[in-house]
Structures are given as C-alpha cells and as structure tokens.
C-alpha cells in the first residue's frame, strides 16, 4: 500500500473525529446556551406560580405565525448545513447559494416577528403583562441573535466570494452559530406557543 492510498483513509477518519468550527465558537454557544436556560428556568417558575394567568395569555398568540416561524428557521438551518457540505466538496458558488438562502430565510423570520410584535402592541399585550414580558423578552433576546446570525452569514458569504479564502472552518463555524439560534427557537416555540 503507497503512502497516496492511506492518505484519503486517514482524511476520512480525521474527519470524523473533527469538531466542526471554531472551539472558541462552541464555548460562546455552550455560555450562551446556559444563559438561555436560566431563562428557561426563570420562565417554568413563573408559569407555575400563575399557571391560569399564563395559560389565558398565551391564547392571544397566533400559533399559526410561531410554525411559520419554526419552518423557516428549520428550513434556513438545512440551507446552511448544505453550505458546509458544498465548501468541503469545494463547489464554492453552491454553498455561497445556500448561505444567500439561509440568510433570505433569516430576513423571513425577522419580518414574521416584527409583524408579529406590532400586532400584539396594538392590541394592547404590552409588558404590563407577566406572560407578555417573558415572551418580549425571549423572543427579543432571540431576535438580537438572529440579527448577529445574519452578520455571521454575510461574513461567509464574503469568505465564498473570494477566490483567496474559502475557509472549510470558517463556514462551520458559521453554521454552529445558526444552528444554535435555531435551536433556541425551537425551543421558545414549545415553551411560549406549544406548551398549555
């Protein structure tokens, strides 16, 4: 066996045993997942002091808007998984779609939100309301971080456009990011908008 036959072996394993991204990146995603959960936590103790004032709240959602929400992040979160697949194949122009993709859906969600938020303020549901004060700042604290996620995804599609980059570990990092911004969604989804 030449050294040119182990060679794709060994990048296959190497591969699997790669942590995708940045580490620095999955420490930041690790912290602020412990902040989000002690969020959480904050939240399920409230709601269980005032289970019928919550539960009567949560009836002015419009849960048809959160699963619109909820698809375009999941949709968006497999547009930039395609995008790492595309930069580790080498088809730049693809994942640079894909991140373009992930981004329009990020833009979606946004305006979803912003709509969603207008509707519930001029109807009256402001943070005078304890359920309505977690759920602003949730979904807020959230918004925040899609926002950043956007940034994150202009920087890739900067880093696919120019012939002298294409960092594989850039892109990762990238889609860690968004990942976890989904995540987090799904998560207030089912708290804010499911759980009854």
Not at 32 to 47: A, N, P, S
Not at 50 to 71: K, R
Not at 177 to 187: G, P, S
């Amino acid at each position: 066996m030449t050294r040119s036959d182990v060679r794709p072996a060994q990048m296959a394993t190497d591969r699997r045993s790669h942590l995708p991204g940045d580490i620095h990146m999955w420490v930041m995603v690790l912290g602020d997942l412990v902040i989000f959960t002690g969020y959480f936590v904050v939240y399920m103790i409230y709601r269980a002091m005032n289970p019928e004032e919550f539960l009567a709240a949560q009836q002015h959602l419009d849960i048809d808007l959160g699963v619109l929400n909820t698809v375009t992040l999941l949709t968006s979160s497999w547009f930039v998984a395609r995008a790492v697949l595309e930069t580790r194949r080498g088809r730049h122009d693809h994942a640079r779609r894909f991140v373009l993709a992930c981004a329009a859906l990020g833009l979606l969600f946004m305006a979803v939100k912003g709509y969603e938020w207008y509707v519930k303020i001029y109807a009256g549901y402001t943070g005078s309301d304890m359920f309505f004060s977690f759920y602003y700042v949730l979904t807020g604290v959230h918004l925040v971080h899609v926002f950043i996620g956007l940034i994150v995804l202009g920087v890739l599609e900067r880093e696919l456009r120019g012939t002298g980059r294409r960092r594989e570990s850039m892109v990762e990092t990238g889609a860690v990011y968004w990942h976890m911004v989904d995540l987090l969604w799904v998560v207030i989804f089912a708290l804010l908008y499911v759980m009854r």
